[in-house]
């Protein structure tokens, strides 16, 4: 009797935990996830009945791979990373964030933490929709009276195992009230965090896309062969031209930092040179993934990882590399916008916009841009009214022309040599009277490239060293150092071409350097048979013109970089020479476009300076009408002359009648 009399109480505290259990599932997705055995058909979870205007029903994902906080290696991908150091905007419209991902990496495992903060003119609710691949991962609210929303969400292990390079989250603000002007911001703290396991069996290209943007170069301590070196400069060119601050160092890989909750955190990479016997391979030192490179010629497998055949490394032990291609001229060619990087997507707005980026590192080697080639598509105008395309590059624009009544338009303009830099922009803009309907930059619009001539400045020094480079050092006795490569490592990040050959030549400190080819000489004498502008002579630097007259006296100028381009023995090339003690050298690589001088420091560019005159930059519209002879524009271009003319000649006649006055006659 007594435990029947317990029975009544038991059903209602089974009732109890059944109802609450029903609720549970009501919530829209919790945040993490309770760890739960797999279901074979999950059923779908309902929305709350409260949010329902608000938040869609999502369906179950397929449960993620669980993070053990105590297990793995975490590696961490911010939004700095990625180039979005000020967080991403998004709102109603949605916005997309791409994040590059390892292929073929076994049990990997990743997760996302998201802060988000509000910004809602007016009262309401309002939530955060993740896509992932046009799925929907998340659907949460904010709390109630609160802005910032945080989000820690494991992804299915689907996301990871694909053959795509890229991870695309897809982040939308719903409002309860639609059309509400409200915004929200992933702060920069947002992160997605990759587990790799204990033994990861990881690829040459794989390790590659995963080191962390803080990586060394590492030799063995004491001088360096020239092979070691010219390897060592090719890996970190490679490593710098990914997004990454490289540094060039003899002392031992790094320790994993710790982190919260027992994990190890891969903070910075490492790339080992000269030890192993194979040319590629993949160790673990201390728990972390180091990539070596060894062989007879490190240097050719180097240039391998800064080429488009870079993702083909997918093993784990390689061997070989690229070899040298044998010099001829380069004939001319074209580079589609496909190659560009940004978006050619169709647009609907009436004011539809494009923006393209690219590098003169990035065009094959002995080439420069000549022209650019639009073609663009739209729908037709319902009254028949054309659209107008303008297209810019850097901030200038080229020219510009209505598209035809079926809206179809090509633009062909040529490129001023002097608006050309090391990191270009190009810039099209669409303008419709209405939004009738898409509208496309077409892929077929590209950039007509020319045979790149002699240097006249350093924007033009890198198409003579995609054919090849030799960069000159003094080493005394033979004697090279690791850390005396960082100089060399920051002035040619934006210079070499990717995938140009490299070599090394151990100059004699004192002789004059005899280049072969295209050259790069650190030392403390010019180039033989060179006859550099920047001269030195006492301790004081004294920058001349051709000439040999004294334009400017920088005697107070102690820890400085002089940079200049000389031609020797026939050759084109640059000159670097260390004034007084090293110093500091930014991350940031010095932005060398024109000129054929530079001063550099800490701070990066101090003085660029050209010996050439100013080139003199006209657009011209092939559209346009030829300009009709006006007599008052003429009249008004020298109008300055013409009021000093005139003052001039009043100032005489004054002067005139005061020396020579008016005398009457008598009678």
Known sequence: MRALSHLPRRLCLATGL????????????????????????????????????????????????????????????????????????FDAGGQALDIPLPRGVPELGARVHLAIDLAAPFPGRHAVELRLRDQILASTPFPEGERRLLLNIPLPDAALAGPEDRLRLDLRLLSEAPGAPARATLLPESHLTLLLPDSPEISVAALFRLLPPDTRVLLRPGPISAAEAAAALRIGLALAASGRDARISSAPPGLPLPAQGGARLWTRGAVLVGDGAEAASVRLVHGLPVLVLGGAAPERLARLLDSPWRDLALAGTLSGGVAPEPASAPAAATLSFDHLRGSLAPQDQAQARWALEFASRDLPAGLRPEALEVALRATPDPGGRPAVATVLLNQ???????????????????????????????????????????????????????????????????????????????????????????????????????????????????????????????????????????????????????????????????????????????????????????????????????????????????????????????????????AAWDPLALLMAWRPWLVGAAWLAGVLLVAFAFLNPRRDRAG
């Open 396 to 626: 200038v624009i080229l020219g510009g022309g209505a598209l035809d009544a079926q809206g179809v338009g090509r633009l062909a303009l040529p490129l001023p040599p002097g608006l050309l830099a090391a990191d270009n922009r190009i810039e099209v803009l669409l303008n419709r009277a209405s939004a009738a309907g898409p509208a496309q930059l077409l892929p077929s619009s590209l950039l007509r490239l020319a045979v790149a001539g002699p240097p006249r400045d350093f924007l033009g020094i890198g198409a003579a060293f995609g054919t090849g480079l030799e960069v000159l050092v003094d080493a005394p006795g033979g004697a090279l150092v690791a850390e005396g490569l960082n100089p060399l490592l920051w002035v040619l990040r934006g210079l070499v071409p990717a995938g140009a050959p490299l070599r090394v030549t151990l100059a004699e400190p004192g002789m004059p350097a005899t280049p072969d080819g295209p050259f790069l000489a650190a030392t403390m004498e010019p180039p033989a048979g060179s006859d550099p502008l920047l001269r030195f002579d006492s301790g004081r630097i004294l920058l001349s013109n051709r000439a040999g007259r004294p334009v400017l006296d920088l005697a107070g100028l102690e820890r400085a970089l002089a940079l200049q381009l000389v031609t020797a023995q026939g050759q084109p090339g640059l000159w670097l020479r260390q004034l007084g003690p090293l110093p500091p050298l930014p991350a940031a690589a010095p932005r060398l476009d024109q000129g054929d001088v530079a001063l550099l420091d800490a701070q990066g560019l101090v003085l660029a300076w050209s010996s050439a005159p100013a080139p003199t930059i006209r657009v011209a519209y092939p559209d346009a009408p030829p």
């Open 18 to 89: 059944l109802l609450s259990g029903g609720l549970a599932q009501a919530q829209p997705l919790p945040l993490p996830p309770p760890p739960a055995p797999a279901l074979a058909q999950p059923a779908p979870i309902q929305a709350q009945p409260l949010l329902a205007p608000l938040i869609p029903a999502v369906p179950a994902p397929r449960p993620a791979t669980p993070l053990s906080a105590g297990q793995g290696l975490q590696r961490r991908i911010g939004l700095p990373e990625l180039g979005l150091a000020e967080g991403l905007g």
